[in-house]
């Protein structure tokens, strides 16, 4: 009986601790999993074979992570290229990183833009003649940018095209979202949860002053950039007023009758 109580007692415990234990083991899976990729990284194209003996695992462990990989578009399988005369039997695959899953690891794309920028700024003398140098530049590439979103604002009513312009920012990697004002009556923000160049943006603000012109251009009116992820807020917000709510928004103290190029001129900053 001892025994036996002893015994249920161990398997209570056991299920107990079942939840506990799970997460431990999904780390350990999945720094498994990672270990499996950057081999893959490291050496090119790789067969499970090839990976087992680096890793010093299972073949069948290895398959099992790249089969995980494969589904979350990490790897893709490849036929692996044989030279000379081919053997009996189905070529074995060799597994390669996919676009996505090379964009998982370190890149050196924020140091190359921010470089750019910097050369086009010496280029034309520095200084202010340089500061409006890298500003032409952020308003060209963003002007070609825009088109892409133009049809989908033009194509939504006057007030869904807020919305419209948030799901075109979304689709570009920005998670944008529309949203009511604190104060309903006097318009909208749209806000940018993520910034795909905001390592570059906190050197070169002149990103988020043409990006701000281009709202305004977009949406038809004047808009104010009032936060930005560049500048240490959480979120990119910027305030779409309604027509007609100028004056009221005015007297609330949201200046939203400040001109294009007044509101431009803090993007990138706090607003005092």
Excluded at 1 to 12: P, Q, V, Y
Excluded at 78 to 98: D, H
Excluded at 238 to 252: I, L, N, W, Y
Aim: with cysteine; net charge positive.
């Amino acid at each position: 009986m001892k025994n036996a109580s002893e015994g249920r007692k161990g398997s209570a415990a056991r299920q107990g601790a079942g939840p506990a234990s799970s997460a431990p083991a999904h780390d350990e899976q999945r720094g498994t999993r990672n270990r499996v990729a950057r081999s893959i990284l490291d050496h090119g194209p790789s067969t499970a074979a090839d990976l087992a003996l680096r890793l010093e695992l299972t073949q069948a462990a290895v398959r099992r992570h790249l089969d995980a990989l494969v589904a979350e578009g990490v790897v893709e399988p490849r036929e692996k290229r044989v030279y000379g005369t081919r053997g009996r039997g189905r070529p074995a695959k060799a597994f390669a990183l996919t676009d996505c899953g090379r964009d998982a690891f370190d890149q050196a794309y924020d140091g190359l833009a921010a470089d750019a920028l910097r050369w086009i700024a010496q280029s034309a003398g520095g200084g202010a003649e340089g500061e409006a140098a890298v500003a032409a530049f952020a308003r060209a590439r963003l002007a070609a940018q825009a088109e892409g979103y133009r049809e989908a604002v033009e194509a939504a009513g006057p007030d869904a095209r807020t919305q419209a312009l948030a799901k075109a920012l979304t689709a570009d990697g920005y998670a944008a979202t529309a949203r009511s004002a604190p104060n309903p009556q006097l318009g909208e923000q749209l806000c940018q949860h993520h910034c795909p160049v905001v390592h570059v943006a906190e050197q070169y603000p002149q990103l988020c002053e043409a990006e701000t012109e281009v709202f305004s251009r977009l949406l038809g009116t004047h808009v104010q950039r009032l936060a930005t992820i560049a500048h240490g807020d959480g979120v990119c917000t910027t305030f779409v007023p309604k027509a007609g709510a100028g004056k009221a928004a005015h007297r609330t103290g949201e200046h939203t009758t400040k001109t294009t190029t007044a509101s431009a001129s803090t993007a990138g900053r706090n607003p005092a």
